[in-house]
T-cell receptor, first 114, second 112 residues
Framework: EAGVAQSPRYKIIEKRQSVAFWCNPI?????LYWYQQILGQGPKLLIQ????????DSQLPKDRFSAERLKGVDSTLKIQPAKLEDSAVYLC????????????FGEGSRLTVL | GEDVEQSLFLSVREGDSSVINCTYT??????LYWYKQEPGAGLQLLTY?????DMKQDQRLTVLLNKKDKHLSLRIADTQTGDSAIYFC????????????FGKGTTLSVSS
């Protein structure tokens, strides 16, 4: 079974530029999450989708971050304009089993903002 | 902004037992989780425990849950160099019941 795919793995941009990350979840997983992991910290939830609807985006900085999940499968996370403090690894995860809550993570997209 | 608290570092010798501790926030959490993150990789579920249990054993892993003190621990028996990683404690974050809130992670270093 293929895992959660993310791209790009690495991205370096200057502040005020924009960037987009892509995620393809495990086939059949209805729930998709974007997490931000700043160096030395645990992942922090940015947004949670159930199929193509948003379940929780309370911690998404909506003035600069946006995410969509068209057709309930792939998702993109966009940052525009980027700030220095956005430097982090952006992790995508998906889940199937609501009872146990096991999340399957991708390898992440590492963003460096200069 | 509730926080899941963990100690940041643990160093052990190969063959010893490792114990990683966590304090969580929500006494109504149905499940509590331990995830492992190796360098450059995403998180991987190690084990989880249902809140009506106080102990779960899975091969070299033992999870202890003290609901009264909201304390969770992970014991790794016969720790190996391959166990060197960051270990995250997690609990359910939101009403949807599936998103997780993670601690800052405990870096386990195993020396031979």
């Amino acid at each position: 079974e293929a895992g959660v795919a993310q791209s790009p793995r690495y991205k370096i941009i200057e502040k005020r530029q924009s960037v987009a990350f892509w995620c393809n979840p495990i086939s059949g997983h209805a729930t998709l999450y974007w997490y931000q992991q700043i160096l030395g910290q645990g992942p922090k939830l940015l947004i949670q989708f159930q199929n193509n609807g948003v379940v929780d985006d309370s911690q998404l900085p909506k003035d600069r971050f946006s995410a969509e999940r068209l057709k309930g499968v792939d998702s993109t996370l966009k940052i525009q304009p980027a700030k220095l403090e956005d430097s982090a690894v952006y992790l995508c995860a998906s889940s199937l089993d609501r009872a146990t809550g096991e999340l399957f993570f991708g390898e992440g997209s590492r963003l460096t903002v200069l | 902004g509730e926080d899941v608290e963990q100690s940041l570092f643990l160093s052990v010798r190969e063959g010893d037992s490792s114990v990683i501790n966590c304090t969580y926030t929500d006494s109504s959490s149905t499940y509590l989780y331990w995830y492992k993150q190796e360098p450059g990789a995403g998180l991987q579920l190690l084990t989880y425990i249902f809140s009506n249990m106080d102990m779960k054993q899975d091969q070299r892993l033992t999870v202890l849950l003290n609901k009264k003190d909201k304390h969770l621990s992970l014991r790794i028996a016969d720790t190996q160099t391959g166990d060197s990683a960051i270990y995250f404690c997690a609990e359910i974050l939101n009403q949807a019941g599936t998103a997780l809130i993670f601690g800052k992670g405990t870096t386990l270093s195993v020396s031979s």
